[in-house]
C-alpha cells in the first residue's frame, strides 16, 4: 500500500469529492478514482458509497482517515531520530491566504526550493479560519495566515508581519480624506466570516462609522480587483509584500488608533516538517524586511 493512496484519500476527505481532490494533485478524476480503487483492493476492503454519481465516504472510510494520518505522520517522521534529516526531502503542504501568493510566498519559498532541491512545496489557498482547520487536521504542514481569535496548546503560530488597515482607491480618485471617501464612494467589503472582514468591522465600529456597500468579496485578492476598476473603495490591510496591480492604488491612511493585520506561520507543534518551517519563517521575515527597506 502506497503512502501517496493514504494521502489522496486524506485530501478526499477534506475537498468532499474526487474531482476537487484531483485539481489539488494534479491528476485527472479517472485517475483519482482508479488510486481509491487500488487503496480499496489492497486493504480489501470498501471505502466509498458509490450508489450515487458522486462517490461519498461511507463510515469505514471516514474511520480510515484519521489512521491514515497517524501513518502518514509515523512515515514522514521516522528517520528523524536516526538521521535528523527527513525533514529535508518529500512533500511540503503549506497554506497560504490569497493576498501572500503573488508576492511574499514565491519570494520566500525560491531560497528554500534552492536550499533543498528534493523538496516539493504544494501551496493551498484559502482564508484563515479554513487554513488553521486544515493546519490542525493535518492537512496541511503549515499555513500563512491572519492571526487567530484563539490558539489551541498544540499548535504554534508565529508572527512575522504587520499590516496597517488603510483606504484603498483607484488612482483616479483624487479626495485625500478617507472618512469622505467611505461615506460617499460604493463600499466593497470583504466576506464577514473572514480574518480581515472582522477586523474591518471593528475598526468600523469603533469610529461610529457606517458603509454604502455595493458588493462583498470572499478574498482581499478580488476586493483589490474590483477597487482597481474604480467600482468602489475599501478598507484593507496595507500588503506587506504586494503585487503589481495592488501597488499601483492609492493608499490613503485611515485617522484614530491604528488597527493592523497580523500575518504569521502557523503549524501544529509535532509538525515533521519543523526543520523545513524554521527556514522559510527567516525567509518571510527576510523578504518583509527587503520590502520595508525599497
Known amino acids: 500500500m ?18 476537487a481532490a484531483a485539481e489539488l494533485v494534479n491528476l ?30 461511507n463510515n469505514l472510510g471516514k474511520a480510515l482517515v484519521p489512521k491514515a494520518r497517524e ?26 491566504v490569497p ?16 536550499t533543498y532541491r528534493s523538496l516539493h512545496i504544494r501551496v493551498v489557498p484559502g482564508l484563515s479560519g479554513d487554513l488553521m482547520g486544515q493546519v490542525q487536521r493535518g492537512a496541511l504542514d503549515a499555513a500563512i ?8 496548546p498544540n499548535i504554534t503560530w508565529t508572527q512575522f508581519a504587520e499590516e496597517p488597515l488603510i483606504l484603498l482607491t483607484a488612482p483616479e480618485v483624487l479626495s485625500n480624506d478617507p472618512l ?44 483589490t480587483s474590483m477597487v482597481s476598476h474604480n467600482l468602489g473603495v475599501s478598507i484593507v490591510p496595507n500588503i506587506c509584500v504586494p503585487d503589481p496591480v495592488f501597488a499601483r492604488l492609492r493608499k490613503i491612511p485611515l485617522p484614530g488608533i491604528p488597527h493592523f493585520r497580523e500575518l504569521g506561520l502557523l503549524h501544529r ?26
Open 99 to 114: 493576498s501572500t501568493i503573488r508576492g511574499l510566498v514565491p519570494l520566500s519559498i525560491k531560497q528554500l526550493m534552492q
Open 269 to 294: 507543534t509535532d509538525c515533521t516538517k519543523i526543520r523545513l518551517l524554521e527556514p522559510l519563517l527567516s525567509e518571510l521575515q527576510r523578504t518583509v524586511q527587503s520590502e520595508v527597506h525599497v
Open 145 to 152: 495566515l491572519s492571526e487567530p481569535v484563539r490558539v489551541e
Open 71 to 96: 501513518v502518514i505522520h509515523a512515515y514522514e517522521s521516522m528517520l528523524n531520530d536516526i538521521t535528523g534529516e527527513a525533514e529535508l526531502f518529500g512533500e511540503l503542504n503549506l497554506g497560504a
Open 180 to 223: 469622505q471617501l467611505i461615506q460617499d464612494m460604493p463600499y466593497i467589503g470583504h466576506a464577514h466570516h473572514s480574518a480581515v472582514g472582522m477586523l474591518v468591522k471593528k475598526w468600523l465600529f469603533s469610529n461610529k462609522l457606517s458603509v454604502r456597500s455595493s458588493m462583498e468579496m470572499e478574498s482581499l485578492e478580488s476586493v
Open 2 to 19: 502506497s503512502i501517496s493512496l493514504l494521502k489522496t484519500l486524506i485530501i478526499i476527505s477534506e475537498q468532499g469529492s474526487f474531482k
Open 28 to 57: 485527472s478524476h479517472a485517475a483519482v478514482g482508479q488510486q481509491m480503487r487500488r487503496l480499496e483492493e489492497s486493504l480489501q476492503v470498501t471505502l466509498f458509497d458509490r450508489s450515487e454519481k458522486k462517490p461519498k465516504l
